[in-house]
Structure formats: structure tokens, C-alpha cells
């Protein structure tokens, strides 16, 4: 990782090595910021806090070893980006301001991907961490990790079983509640199509009627009209006299007629008179037509206007013309079909509620069969590693208990409380020596014993369901002497299949790391590129005997830490 401007961190470059790599430095020199760094490459919240005073930006950039076809390495292809020579090159920016910007592989994402990879990528454990694991919900989803497909395959089948039973109760419930409600739409639906029935409309009739009766309501206009354009056309035989346009037009024909082979221009003029005089009689002969047609009925003028008033009735209510009238009653009708249906709903949905419940009940047991049986073997192991971790009579059990509830499942012959991971209250017990009754860890464990029984718990993982690298952030606290060189000792045995980092103040637990680095301050109060050093041979010995007794230069130290080392040389 390269760090700059974060924190006291100016600008330093992390090498992290497979194994064990230890980070130790004086207090404040910003050993945290190795662990805060790690985070943000991993979708950790930002802070503007963490900026260094003056600077307009930090920025963590880190590469990361990935497989191909690994869980990480497929999710970040999705995202877009490249693996670098098997690597995956990730950077975070933090502005001055709180910004925060993600880069992957080449490819801005959003904070949230590099949240995904964390789970496949590294376990974080730090004094928060600590407490993450006095949660129940966490420490029945640890159960459930080591337990491996003997819970993952039920619980698969019972979470589907519970998302089908809340959506078939919320259903249910709606039909029962709502019944009142929906008996009401279903009558105003029925009175609507009832309605509707009576009068029979067909698609487009108020259009057809509104024109029917615009002509009839204006007969005795419209034949005048027709009669007096029949005559301007035709001639009025009545009035021999007048002039009509056939009679002229005719006789313009006529006059070109005599004359059109001498000029083509004129013969053309004379063949479109002709097509008008044929235009004209047609249109005479249909005004004709018309006068003698037009019904003046004043009876159908009468019928008309009382089935439009019908039609209007059911417009006012139904829809803004008779095709939407006609469209609603479509949709009620489907609609009454439904709601007629509820009573035979409600049956099935009942009938499938039961089922699904039967069969929670099933799967509900068959978790807790296989929580109890996985508890029992996590429970000796973890012991087993708090054995060796300077806690010889410890003892670490789990309680899987259920709460009684008349409204829930039946597990063992009970009718218990059940929640979208089983009916199980999982709760990790600790009794740290013979004769003290189990209780919570979160009560039964001091601050040297909770961070002993995390390491435990991590190395016990380690075997089941590994991931590429564990940082733990002084998983040491409250614990020192031989408890320490044993947590050094577990947590070199963890690096034997994982790569794990370790803040640190502890000697004892530096001394087993394949790789020490130091971080130290400049005289100004920063971190700087050469701020991080990788610590061999004699520069290991000194820091190991600052770590010791706080004197680089004490023979005494010295002796001690040679001794450590060689130590853990021997152990490994």
C-alpha cells in the first residue's frame, strides 16, 4: 500500500509479505493508520478527519493478489475492472471537504464495490471488532460459517420458505381486513355493468347519434339549401328563364368546340370544360338525391335525442365517451371477477399458509439439529485454541435457545418465535475457569480474554472457511506474559494458510512475525516514505528491546529479545 496524507501518515509505502507481518512503533506514530488505510481500500467509511492538516487530499492505494475465477476477482470484473498481472490495483481519495472517489482496476466504482470484495478478500479485527462479537446475530452467523452446508443447505430452503410465507400472509391478511372495503367495490361494480348492460351501447354510437341529430334538428334548412344549389346547377323548371351553370358551361363547350383543331392549347382547355360539365352533372343528380332522402321525421328526431340522453348517463359516470364507457366495463368486469374469487382466495391463500408453515417447522428443526451438532464440535475447538492461548481451564459453549410464541412454529414439540434465520437465539458462552457457571462474553470475558477468544475463534475459522488475509488491529490489549507468546504462536500458526497482519505493541508477539515493520515519526511529527521500514537483524533486535524494557541500547533487552526470537525460530 502507498499512503499519503492520511493522518500523521505524509507519504509511506507498506509492504505487506505472505505470513505473518508484524506493524510496531512508538504510541501515536500511526500504527492505526496502517489498519484505517487497509479499511478505506475496502469500502471503510470516509472521514475528513482523517486528512492531514493541509493537505487537499489522502489518498490509499493498494495492490491486491487475486486468482482468477475467484469470488473477488469475477465481482470486480463485473464492475469493469482489469486484473493487473494477476492483481487488482485499488484506490480510495478522501478530499479535505469529505469527498470520497473509488477506483478499481482502472475503473471508477462506487464505494459500495469495494464493500463487496472486503468479505472475500480480509477479515478486519480490531478493539470494534471485539465488540461486533458480543452481538448474538453475529455470533449465530459465525456458528453458521462453521457449520459450513450442513446449515447453509436448510437455511437456503427456509429463507425462500419465509419470503414465500410473509408474502402469502401480507396477501391474506389484505383479503381478510380489507373485506368490508372490497365487498363495497364489488356491488358498485356489479350496479356499473348492470347499467351499462341496460342500455347496450355500441363503440362509437354518441358520435353517430350527435351527427344523426345535428341533421335532423336543421331538415328543413339543409333541403332548402340543397333544392336552391340543385337549381343554381341544373335549372329551376319552374322558371325556364334562368340561367344555370350546366346551360353555361355547355355553352362554352360548344364555342370551343369549333375551333379546338386548330390550337392544342385550346383543345385542352375544351376537355377540362367537358370533365366540369360531367362534374356538375353528377353533383346535380346527388343534390337531387338528398332533398328526396332527408328525413324531416320529427318522431326520429325525438328517438334520437332520448337515446343520446342514455348514452350521456353513462358518460357522466363511466367515461368521457362511449369506447371508454365500454373499456371500464371490461376492466370491471375482470376486476368483479377477481373480488367474486376472494372467498375461494382466501381458502387457497390459507391452505398454502398452513403448508408453508408445516414446512418451516421442518426446516426450523432441522437448523437447530445442525447449529446444536456444529456448536458442540466450534465449542471444542475454540477451547481447544484457548488452551494454547494461556486459558487452560476456559471453557466456551453456545446456547441455542428458542422463545416460546403461540403465533410461531413448532420446533421440538414447542410453538416458538421464528425470524428470517430460523427460530434459533444463538448467544456464545465463556466460563473462564472450573466452578464459574457459563455466561455471555460480553460479561464473562475481561478485555485481555475477549481478544484471546476472538484469535481462537479466527484460527478455528481458518480451517472451515478461510479468507486471503486477516489484519488484526492489537487483538493483544489487556494481555501480556505468557498469554502473549501464545496469542504470537496462534497467530503464526493462522499464517501458515492466510497471509495476517498484526498491529502491535507487544514483543512477544512480534518476535513470531516472518516480517516486522516499524513506523516511526520525522522530528516534525510525520511519516514520511522512509517512515516505514521493513526491521532485520540487528535493527529488529533494537526495536524488539525498545518494545521490551523501552531502551534500545539495555543488554539486558537485547538478551531477552534475542531470546524471543530465537524462540520463535525454533517454534516454527
Known amino acids: ?75 470486480a470484473e463485473e464492475a469493469g475492472a482489469e486484473l493487473d498481472d494477476g492483481a487488482l490495483i485499488v484506490s480510495r481519495t478522501i478530499s479535505a471537504e469529505g469527498r470520497s472517489r473509488a477506483h478499481l482496476g482502472g475503473r471508477s466504482v462506487p464505494v459500495g464495490v469495494l464493500a463487496e470484495l472486503a468479505d472475500d478478500l480480509v477479515a478486519v479485527h480490531g478493539q470494534t471488532d471485539q465488540q461486533g462479537l458480543l452481538k448474538p446475530a453475529r455470533q449465530r452467523g459465525a456458528l453458521d460459517r462453521y457449520a459450513g452446508e450442513a446449515v447453509a443447505g436448510p437455511l437456503a430452503k427456509y429463507s425462500e420458505a419465509y419470503r414465500r410465507l410473509r408474502a402469502v400472509s401480507a396477501e391474506l391478511e389484505e383479503l381478510t381486513t380489507r373485506a368490508r372495503e372490497r365487498a363495497q367495490e364489488a356491488d358498485l361494480l356489479r350496479f356499473g355493468l348492470a347499467e351499462i348492460e341496460a342500455v347496450e351501447p355500441r363503440a362509437g354510437e354518441d358520435a353517430e347519434l350527435a351527427a344523426e341529430a345535428e341533421r335532423l334538428g336543421h331538415a328543413e334548412a339543409l333541403a332548402s339549401a340543397a333544392a336552391l344549389a340543385h337549381g343554381a346547377l341544373a335549372g329551376d323548371p319552374e322558371d325556364p328563364e334562368a340561367v344555370d351553370a350546366t346551360t353555361l358551361v355547355a355553352g362554352a363547350g360548344r364555342a370551343l368546340e369549333a375551333v379546338r383543331s386548330h390550337d392544342p392549347a385550346l383543345a385542352a382547355l375544351a376537355d377540362r370544360i367537358g370533365e366540369i360539365s360531367i362534374l356538375l352533372a353528377d353533383v346535380a343528380g346527388e343534390l337531387a338525391g338528398y332533398a328526396d332522402n332527408l328525413d324531416a321525421d320529427p318522431r326520429r328526431l325525438a328517438a334520437v335525442e332520448e337515446r343520446r340522453a342514455a348514452l350521456t348517463s353513462l358518460t357522466r359516470k363511466y367515461g368521457e365517451n362511449i369506447d371508454a364507457v365500454l373499456a371500464w366495463a371490461e376492466e370491471g368486469a375482470a376486476r368483479l371477477t377477481e373480488l367474486d374469487g376472494d372467498d375461494d382466495r382466501i381458502g387457497e391463500l390459507t391452505a398454502e399458509r398452513d403448508a408453508l408453515r408445516d414446512e418451516l417447522s421442518g426446516l426450523a428443526q432441522a437448523l437447530t439439529d445442525a447449529r446444536t451438532e456444529a456448536a458442540a464440535r466450534f465449542a471444542d475447538a475454540v477451547t481447544a485454541e484457548l488452551a494454547s492461548l494461556a486459558m487452560p481451564h476456559a471453557r466456551v459453549s453456545f446456547a441455542i435457545r428458542q422463545t416460546e410464541d403461540p403465533e410461531g412454529v413448532e420446533v421440538g414439540g414447542r410453538t416458538v418465535a421464528y425470524g428470517p434465520h430460523g427460530a434459533d437465539e444463538v448467544e456464545l458462552l465463556l466460563a473462564p475457569h472450573p466452578g464459574a457457571p457459563p455466561r455471555p462474553i460480553a460479561k464473562g470475558a475481561s478485555g485481555g480474554e475477549l481478544s484471546r477468544v476472538m484469535l481462537a475463534v479466527e484460527v478455528v475459522f481458518a480451517g472451515t472457511d478461510p479468507v486471503p488475509t486477516y489484519l488484526f488491529d492489537e487483538v493483544d490489549a489487556g494481555v501480556g506474559g505468557k498469554a502473549a507468546v501464545e496469542i504470537g504462536r496462534r497467530l503464526a500458526k ?20 516472518d516480517r516486522q515493520l516499524l513506523v516511526e515519526k520525522t522530528n516534525d511529527g510525520s511519516v514520511t516514505r522512509s517512515g516505514v521500514t521493513v526491521l532485520e537483524g540487528e535493527d529488529r533486535v533494537r526495536e524488539l528491546s525498545r518494545m521490551l524494557a523501552g531502551q534500545e541500547d539495555s543488554e539486558t533487552a537485547r538478551a531477552h529479545a534475542e531470546e524471543l526470537l530465537a524462540a520463535a525460530r525454533a517454534d516454527g
Open 1 to 75: 500500500m502507498r499512503i499519503r496524507s492520511l493522518g500523521v501518515i505524509d507519504d509511506a509505502v507498506v509492504e505487506l509479505s505472505p505470513g505473518f507481518t508484524a506493524v510496531t512503533g512508538e504510541t501515536g506514530a500511526g500504527k492505526t493508520m496502517v489498519v484505517t488505510s487497509l479499511g478505506l481500500l475496502l469500502g471503510g467509511r470516509a472521514d475528513a478527519a482523517l486528512v492531514r492538516i493541509g493537505s487537499p487530499s489522502a489518498v490509499v492505494e493498494g495492490r491486491i493478489s487475486v486468482a482468477p475465477g475467484d469470488a473477488a476477482a469475477v465481482r
Open 494 to 513: 493462522l499464517a501458515k494458510s492466510a497471509q495476517v497482519v498484526v498491529v502491535t505493541h507487544l514483543p512477544q508477539v512480534a518476535a513470531f512475525a
